[in-house]
């Protein structure tokens, strides 16, 4: 028989013959790997989820009063059923998700006070808005309207609301507002209107003397409503310009509330000195990668790694390269556990160029979201995509958002503690995923002089956001000088460093969210000392058990792996960095 036929003859033995037949990894884990259910508060914690996601569904109206009452007694009658539970009595990781809970519950409080006083600044812009968000509500309490009171509800509002656009437009400052209340007051008109167009459309044409009555009233508010938030947003606030960035800064008083409830016992100052401390090391390694590309200086280097992208097309298949890499690198080290399933569960989308005008970058979580110009793209900003996102900067990008960042994060979530889903935090979230990148760079995954460029540009990124979005917050920094920023101490283009202060302050984000980064990635640098160096335990023990414990600070992390739970509150004073 010929060789050529002897080797077929074989191969088609293997695939029908089971012993024959290559290994392949199951994709149902061991047994002993599945999660025990013995915990008493899980269900508890999964209760008020669901009873929060139920409430919140009917009370869903902008500023609206009655949804805060109804939350508030939510979170009070919980308050109250916690109290009945001696935390002393329970084992480690009930008495852990009951600290944690009665935490969430007390800060949920804390936010609805902060939230109305919010409101409540910006109310003087907003006349007669107030009855409009009664409307919506009493919708939602299944309460029918008087055609004709309800008209003259809409005519009067849409009078105060003219009356005081005359105003400030002879004399925009003639309630002494500031531009961000003027924006504040823009951003919850916009949300009432859209609230009151599904109020209007629920009613209209179904009910025909209420049609009669409130048709031409609501149109013309409608109209008023527009054009009033138009006036707040582009003159008052002064964002008539697309390219403007505008930002709500909440305070330091704020700030402190909520890095004492990420159990942080740090203040905004000392974090951004921190922040300094870690862009001065990083720009001593830049400056020794530099030398090793034989470049004048780190600028001058990363300028180089800018050029360095894959051609039209290619970047999809660079991820799916860096992806592997990653996995085999943590396998091949022994690092961490890696459900077969979770290799490959995850999607790629390319994002738009619109979506690129606020996210000039990799996004990701359960998939991952890919930035690259599009045929379409003015020149200059497709240049910017493609330096932006050049193949090194790529490296670190992939195993963030992927393995072993977010999506494995995701992947273990959906099947361990999944309760604690409630007690989620950027710092444990988007701290776990620097944090790989600090280790994978102390390991020496970045292999050449580029390849640390790219990495150590994407950690100065992240100590360059906690300045300028602490000092934005504290009113240091405006949005501006946050771009100039970016630019200067990290190497930004100049349009990707916008991109980033504009998705960093459209209100999208949690004033802490951007600090979390660096700051959690710290935390679990901390801990991988205390727990891991220290001879406690393994890297794929330290790193399974947090993936396995789900989100919460990582100050929390650290007393669910000590086994030191305390039975009362959880305090703010572990110092994690010296």
């Given at each position: 028989?010929?060789?050529?036929?002897?080797?077929?003859?074989?191969?088609?033995?293997?695939?029908?013959?089971?012993?024959?037949?290559?290994?392949?990894?199951?994709?149902?884990?061991?047994?002993?790997q599945m999660p025990a259910q013995a915990q008493v508060m899980a269900p508890v914690v999964a209760r008020f989820r669901a009873d929060l996601a139920s409430l919140e569904r009917v009370?869903?109206?902008?500023?609206?009063?009655?949804?805060?009452?109804?939350?508030?007694?939510?979170?009070?009658?919980?308050?109250?059923?916690?109290?009945?539970?001696?935390?002393?009595?329970?084992?480690?990781?009930?008495?852990?998700?009951?600290?944690?809970?009665?935490?969430?519950?007390?800060?949920?409080?804390?936010?609805?006070?902060?939230?109305?006083?919010?409101?409540?600044?910006?109310?003087?812009?907003?006349?007669?808005?107030?009855?409009?968000?009664?409307?919506?509500?009493?919708?939602?309490?299944?309460?029918?309207?008087?055609?004709?009171?309800?008209?003259?509800?809409?005519?009067?509002?849409?009078?105060?609301?003219?009356?005081?656009?005359?105003?400030?437009?002879?004399?925009?400052?003639?309630?002494?507002?500031?531009?961000?209340?003027?924006?504040?007051?823009?951003?919850?008109?916009?949300?009432?209107?859209?609230?009151?167009?599904?109020?209007?459309?629920?009613?209209?044409?179904?009910?025909?003397?209420?049609?009669?009555?409130?048709?031409?009233?609501?149109?013309?508010?409608?109209?008023?409503?527009?054009?009033?938030?138009?006036?707040?947003?582009?003159?008052?606030?002064?964002?008539?310009?697309?390219?403007?960035?505008?930002?709500?800064?909440?305070?330091?008083?704020?700030?402190?509330?909520?890095?004492?409830?990420?159990?942080?016992?740090?203040?905004?100052?000392?974090?951004?000195?921190?922040?300094?401390?870690?862009?001065?090391?990083?720009?001593?390694?830049?400056?020794?990668?530099?030398?090793?590309?034989?470049?004048?200086?780190?600028?001058?280097?990363?300028?180089?790694?800018?050029?360095?992208?894959?051609?039209?097309?290619?970047?999809?298949?660079?991820?799916?390269?860096?992806?592997?890499?990653?996995?085999?690198?943590?396998?091949?080290?022994?690092?961490?556990?890696?459900?077969?399933?979770?290799?490959?569960?995850?999607?790629?989308?390319?994002?738009?160029?619109?979506?690129?005008?606020?996210?000039?970058?990799?996004?990701?979580?359960?998939?991952?979201?890919?930035?690259?110009?599009?045929?379409?793209?003015?020149?200059?900003?497709?240049?910017?995509?493609?330096?932006?996102?050049?193949?090194?900067?790529?490296?670190?990008?992939?195993?963030?958002?992927?393995?072993?960042?977010?999506?494995?994060?995701?992947?273990?979530?959906?099947?361990?503690?999944?309760?604690?889903?409630?007690?989620?935090?950027?710092?444990?979230?988007?701290?776990?995923?620097?944090?790989?990148?600090?280790?994978?760079?102390?390991?020496?995954?970045?292999?050449?002089?580029?390849?640390?460029?790219?990495?150590?540009?994407?950690?100065?990124?992240?100590?360059?956001?906690?300045?300028?979005?602490?000092?934005?917050?504290?009113?240091?920094?405006?949005?501006?000088?946050?771009?100039?920023?970016?630019?200067?101490?990290?190497?930004?283009?100049?349009?990707?460093?916008?991109?980033?202060?504009?998705?960093?302050?459209?209100?999208?984000?949690?004033?802490?969210?951007?600090?979390?980064?660096?700051?959690?990635?710290?935390?679990?640098?901390?801990?991988?000392?205390?727990?891991?160096?220290?001879?406690?335990?393994?890297?794929?023990?330290?790193?399974?058990?947090?993936?396995?414990?789900?989100?919460?600070?990582?100050?929390?992390?650290?007393?669910?792996?000590?086994?030191?739970?305390?039975?009362?509150?959880?305090?703010?004073?572990?110092?994690?960095?010296?």
């Amino acid at each position: 028989m010929p060789l050529r036929r002897l080797l077929a003859s074989c191969l088609a033995a293997a695939l029908v013959v089971p012993g024959l037949a290559v290994a392949t990894p199951s994709l149902a884990p061991p047994l002993a790997q599945m999660p025990a259910q013995a915990q008493v508060m899980a269900p508890v914690v999964a209760r008020f989820r669901a009873d929060l996601a139920s409430l919140e569904r009917v009370h869903d109206t902008t500023a609206g009063p009655r949804r805060e009452q109804a939350l508030r007694r939510l979170y009070g009658d919980w308050q109250q059923r916690l109290a009945q539970i001696d935390p002393a009595s329970l084992a480690d990781e009930d008495r852990l998700d009951h600290a944690l809970f009665r935490r969430d519950l007390a800060y949920r409080l804390e936010q609805l006070d902060f939230q109305r006083g919010r409101y409540t600044d910006a109310a003087p812009l907003l006349p007669g808005v107030s009855d409009l968000i009664a409307l919506a509500e009493a919708r939602r309490a299944l309460e029918y309207p008087d055609g004709r009171t309800t008209a003259t509800t809409l005519d009067r509002t849409r009078q105060r609301l003219a009356d005081l656009q005359a105003r400030l437009e002879k004399d925009p400052k003639a309630l002494g507002t500031t531009p961000i209340v003027a924006y504040r007051a823009a951003g919850l008109l916009e949300r009432v209107r859209e609230d009151l167009k599904q109020w209007h459309g629920f009613h209209a044409g179904y009910d025909p003397e209420f049609t009669w009555w409130t048709r031409q009233p609501y149109e013309a508010l409608d109209a008023q409503l527009e054009s009033h938030a138009k006036l707040l947003r582009d003159k008052l606030a002064g964002a008539s310009d697309p390219e403007t960035i505008i930002g709500d800064p909440i305070g330091r008083d704020a700030l402190l509330a909520g890095l004492q409830h990420e159990l942080i016992p740090y203040t905004p100052e000392q974090l951004m000195a921190l922040a300094e401390r870690e862009l001065a090391w990083c720009e001593a390694e830049l400056a020794k990668a530099a030398t090793e590309m034989g470049a004048r200086d780190w600028r001058e280097a990363l300028e180089r790694v800018k050029g360095l992208h894959p051609a039209p097309g290619d970047q999809p298949k660079l991820v799916v390269e860096l992806a592997d890499e990653a996995v085999h690198y943590l396998e091949a080290n022994d690092l961490l556990t890696v459900p077969e399933l979770a290799k490959r569960d995850w999607r790629m989308t390319m994002l738009s160029p619109e979506y690129q005008l606020t996210a000039p970058f990799f996004l990701g979580g359960q998939d991952v979201w890919v930035a690259y110009p599009t045929d379409t793209m003015p020149h200059e900003k497709k240049l910017m995509a493609l330096r932006g996102n050049n193949r090194h900067f790529s490296r670190a990008v992939v195993h963030h958002e992927l393995i072993p960042g977010h999506h494995l994060q995701y992947f273990y979530n959906n099947r361990y503690q999944t309760h604690r889903e409630l007690f989620d935090t950027p710092f444990w979230t988007e701290g776990w995923a620097l944090y790989w990148e600090f280790r994978l760079y102390e390991r020496g995954f970045a292999q050449t002089p580029e390849d640390k460029i790219g990495m150590l540009f994407w950690r100065s990124h992240r100590a360059a956001r906690i300045l300028f979005s602490l000092g934005f917050h504290l009113g240091k920094l405006s949005p501006d000088e946050a771009v100039q920023l970016l630019v200067d101490r990290v190497g930004h283009e100049r349009e990707n460093a916008r991109a980033e202060v504009r998705r960093s302050f459209a209100g999208d984000y949690g004033p802490l969210y951007q600090i979390a980064y660096m700051i959690g990635g710290l935390q679990f640098r901390a801990l991988h000392e205390e727990f891991v160096v220290s001879g406690k335990m393994t890297e794929r023990e330290f790193h399974d058990a947090i993936l396995k414990g789900g989100p919460m600070p990582v100050a929390a992390v650290r007393a669910r792996l000590s086994g030191n739970v305390p039975a009362s509150d959880l305090r703010a004073d572990w110092r994690f960095y010296d």
